[in-house]
Structure formats: structure tokens, C-alpha cells
């Protein structure tokens, strides 16, 4: 069953205040009305088994041998005059012993007369059957309907005027009017038998037991409600936080992080995932702020040059040779800032997800042995001897962006290796990975820039360039590496070179 939605403008807590306080009062509802009930129908059947009970005693006061026993018929009585005969002789030993003669017989007396004596004779004996059973303490009474729907007993407790019971296809049965609760029982014999109890005083104590469940019930709810406010209170504070923590950071605190609360729950692990955001989001604002820097400061060089040189070269009039000079230098300028604009833009592309050209299987021997021949005049004018040994190997990737991997290791081996110095070049299969290595015999890179090599605009040593590098060439070529679903390691000791290993999957 979908629960309907309540809209409140508040705050969550007051959202969940109101779904516990329904939940708790329908189940304190239901407790009591089920309780209510239950002792509704524990009076009804104890006071009911008493009914049944005293009509059973009622019927064999009436009925001593069964109320299937017809009472016997009576005999019209005789004519006035008429002779009733002799009386009945007393045997021998009755009259020698001088014993008084038996009355003679009565006349029977008429129905009326006999249904008196019989009332007479029978409220004596019922009274004395409660009296035994203590039964007028519980309010019970009795009426005893005849044949000719004459009430043959009618007990004191009872009232003035019963409801006699409709003869139907229930010859016994239960009923309740008036706060009476009666049990009737229709009589072979032509009786009707009605045992009744007032149960006023029962329903005011099922109507007092009923206000005290409600005044129980809207106790606990109240102290469900205060517990409530106070768990939803501690469970919702790191939400408060988070939301106060979050806010500063907006505002462009990005040093703010969220406490850890105690214990691990779904609310410590969100608090963990927000902080791990959060030191994210604040080192991406650095690195680009940093970025920005400088970006701005490796385009401030060249084109300061253009300017000057464009400045001196207007100022006045020159030879031939001084304006080609001039021009040669705004060309070397251009050519600077156009080599940082390809640079900036692959460190967008790489941002992006470097998923720029379309990724085929490529022969990394191939790529590296052709980028090999490309960076050999550069080898040559800095008397550095290229070695390789490419095996073929293959792998699934864009073929321009890892000939740029590859010359971007290639280069810098190059520049930054030492006067007759060696780089070497190898392509090899290992389990689940095609590897690239280039391996050069430079001074090696110091252990503290290690963790800093792949930083964007960072340099090892400036001295040590023979080129105008922006460095940007290792974080691009990490940018495709981790984009095609590799890795780059570094060895490197200082004296002895450096090898860096590209593995990528195929």
C-alpha cells in the first residue's frame, strides 16, 4: 500500500514527528480497541454462563424428572351431589392398632386454584435454590411464562413489565435491550423461561475501563512523541551540520569538513563520502586556480616579447637586418604561446575524459618506433643515442593520443638526460597489460619531487631543460594513460636515470 504523501514546508523532523505520531496513536488505537473488546466479550460470556446456568436450575425446579415430563392431566371435578362412594376400609392391623382412617378423598380443585398453590409452592423452593447458590448478589432474575402466557414466576429483581420472547426457530437464545443482558429457553411443556441480569454497573466499568485506556493511550503517545523528537532530534544534528558545513563552503570556505559522528552507520558513511568530496572539490579549485596562474604567467613571456620586440622595432627606423631579428624573436614567441595553447587544450580534452578520436586495436611497437624516428634529429643535436627494443605487441586505444605518450617520455629522456647520454626504448607483453618503457641514464629525479612530477606547470629542475617546456607533458601524458584505463610507474634514483613503465590494457 502506498502511503499518501503529506507536503510540509517545515523541516524533515517535523515531517517525521508527524509520520511517528499517526504510526504510534493508530497502533495505541488499535491496542485499546482490541483490548476493550476482548473484555466486552470476557463479561458477555461469564455473565451468559451464568444465565445459562440458572435456567438450568430454574427448569428443574419446574421439572424435577426432565422438562420433557407432561404434567399429569386433570380430571373435571364431580357433580354437586354426587356419590363419591364408600370410604376405603383400613386393612385389619391399621384398625386393631387404633389408628385414625385416612381423610377421605378430596374433590380436585379447579386450574386456577391449582396454579396458585403450584406458585405458592414453587417461589419457596426457588428462593431457597438462590439462596444457596448466592445468586441474588448478582443481580440475576427470573420469569416463567405458562402455556396460556401467564406468568406463572416472576422474581422480585425482575422487571415490572418483561418482554416475553417470540416463539421462532430458536427455541433458546441471548438478547440484550435496556442494559439487560437475558437468556431465553422455550420448554417441551409449553413454558417459556427467561433468566435475566441488569448490567448497568458492568457497562460502567467497561465504559470506565474504556476512558482509562484512552487516558493510558494519550499518556504514551505523549511520552512516544517527546522520545521521538528527541531520537529524530540526535539522528538528524549531523544532517544540521552537514547543511551548516556545506553552506560555509558555498560561501567559499573549501577548508571546512564535516566532524565524523561516533559509530559506523549510513550517516558516518555519508559524512565520509561528503569530506572525500569536499577535499576534492577543494584541491580541483587549487589546481585550477593554480592552473590559471600559470597559464597566465607562461603566456605572459612570450607575449611581453612580441610587444617589446614590435615596440623597438616601431620606435624608429631600422636596418633590414635588425627587423628580421625582430621578427625571428615574435616568431619564437608565437610559436611558444601556440605550443602552451595544444598543450591546454589536450589538458581539456584529458579533463573531459580524454575520449577524443575513435579507439581501435593499435601496434604499440609500431607507434613507439615511429615516434622513435621523429624525435631523432633532436637525439642527435643533443648527442643523445636512442636505443629499442620493440616486440610486437597490440592494445585497444586512439593511435594520436599514444604517439603522444610516447613522445612526450621520448622527449623528455631527451632533454633531461646528460651530455652522450642514452635513452633506450621497449615495447613487451605482460599478463593482462602491453607496456611501454623508456628508460634514459640521466642524474635521475630527487624522491621529494616524485609525489609532484605529474603536477601540471611543475619542472624537476629548470636548469637541467635544454628546451622551453611548460610542464605539461607528463600530466597530459598521465591524463591519457588513466584514460585509456592504465598506469604509469616511475623508477628513479638520483646518479644512475630514470624509468618510466606505461601499462595499458590489452
Known amino acids: ?18 509520520w511517528h505520531g499517526l504510526l504510534l496513536a493508530l497502533v495505541l488505537a488499535g491496542f485499546a480497541w482490541t483490548s476493550w473488546r476482548l473484555q466486552r466479550a470476557s463479561l458477555f460470556a461469564r455473565v451468559d454462563q451464568e444465565l445459562e446456568h440458572h435456567a438450568q436450575l430454574v427448569i428443574r425446579e419446574l421439572h424435577p424428572h426432565g422438562p420433557n415430563q407432561s404434567p399429569p392431566p386433570r380430571q373435571p371435578p364431580p357433580p354437586d351431589g354426587a356419590d363419591l362412594g364408600p370410604p376405603p376400609e383400613l386393612p385389619p392391623d391399621q384398625e386393631s392398632a387404633g389408628l385414625p382412617a385416612p381423610p377421605p378423598p378430596q374433590p380436585p380443585q379447579p ?7 403450584q406458585l405458592e409452592n414453587l417461589n419457596p423452593l426457588l428462593a431457597k435454590e438462590r439462596d444457596d447458590q448466592d445468586l441474588r448478589k448478582n443481580f440475576l432474575y427470573e420469569v416463567v411464562w405458562g402455556p396460556l402466557e401467564r406468568i406463572l414466576l416472576r422474581s422480585d429483581s425482575a422487571p415490572k413489565s418483561p418482554l416475553q420472547p417470540t416463539a421462532g426457530s430458536a427455541r433458546s437464545g441471548f438478547r440484550i435491550h435496556d442494559n439487560l443482558r437475558e437468556y431465553f429457553e422455550f420448554l417441551p411443556s409449553g ?9 448497568g454497573d458492568d457497562f460502567a466499568s467497561l465504559n470506565r475501563a474504556a476512558w482509562i485506556l484512552f487516558a493510558v493511550g494519550g499518556a504514551v503517545l505523549l511520552i512516544g512523541l517527546f522520545i521521538g523528537w528527541m531520537i529524530t532530534s540526535g539522528l ?3 544532517l544540521i551540520t552537514i547543511n551548516h558545513t556545506a553552506a560555509k563552503i558555498a560561501e567559499g570556505d573549501l577548508s571546512q569538513r564535516i566532524p565524523m ?4 552507520n549510513e550517516i558516518s558513511g555519508l559524512v565520509r563520502v561528503l569530506n572525500q568530496t569536499f577535499s576534492r572539490l577543494e584541491t580541483s579549485f587549487e589546481r585550477q586556480s593554480q592552473f590559471t596562474a600559470d597559464a597566465s604567467h607562461e603566456l605572459r613571456t612570450p607575449i611581453s ?3 617589446t620586440h614590435a615596440q623597438n622595432a616601431l620606435a624608429r627606423e631600422r636596418s633590414s637586418e635588425e ?3 625582430s621578427l625571428a624573436a615574435c616568431h619564437r614567441a608565437a610559436k611558444r604561446m601556440q605550443q602552451l595553447t595544444e598543450s591546454l587544450l589536450a589538458l581539456v580534452r584529458v579533463d573531459q575524459g580524454g575520449r577524443g578520436g575513435e579507439r581501435i586495436t593499435c601496434r604499440l611497437d609500431q607507434i613507439a618506433g615511429d615516434t622513435l624516428e621523429l624525435l631523432k634529429p633532436l637525439a642527435d643535436e643533443l648527442h643523445i643515442t636512442l636505443e629499442s627494443d620493440l616486440k610486437p605487441v597490440t592494445c585497444t ?3 594520436a593520443q599514444l604517439a603522444q605518450v610516447c613522445n612526450n617520455l621520448l622527449e623528455n629522456a631527451i632533454r633531461y638526460n646528460a651530455s652522450g647520454g642514452r635513452v633506450t626504448l621497449r615495447t613487451s607483453r605482460e599478463p593482462g597489460f602491453s607496456t611501454i618503457s623508456v628508460e634514459d641514464t640521466g642524474r635521475g629525479i630527487d624522491p621529494d619531487d616524485l609525489p609532484h612530477l605529474f603536477e601540471r606547470f611543475f619542472r624537476v629542475d629548470k636548469s637541467r631543460s635544454h628546451g622551453s617546456g611548460a610542464g605539461l607533458g607528463l600530466a597530459i601524458t598521465e591524463g591519457i594513460v588513466k584514460a585509456h584505463g592504465g598506469k604509469i610507474e616511475i623508477i628513479s634514483q638520483l646518479g644512475e636515470g630514470s624509468l618510466f613503465i606505461v601499462k595499458l590494457p590489452g
Open 1 to 18: 500500500m502506498k502511503l499518501p504523501r503529506i507536503r510540509l514546508n517545515g523541516s524533515l523532523r517535523w515531517q517525521l514527528q508527524l
Open 111 to 117: 386450574p386456577e386454584q391449582m396454579e396458585e398453590a
Open 191 to 199: 413454558e417459556c423461561i427467561l433468566v435475566g441480569k441488569e448490567m
Open 236 to 238: 538528524l544534528r549531523p
Open 261 to 264: 559522528p561516533s559509530g559506523e
Open 305 to 307: 616579447v612580441i610587444i
Open 323 to 325: 627587423y628580421r631579428e
Open 397 to 399: 586505444g586512439n593511435p
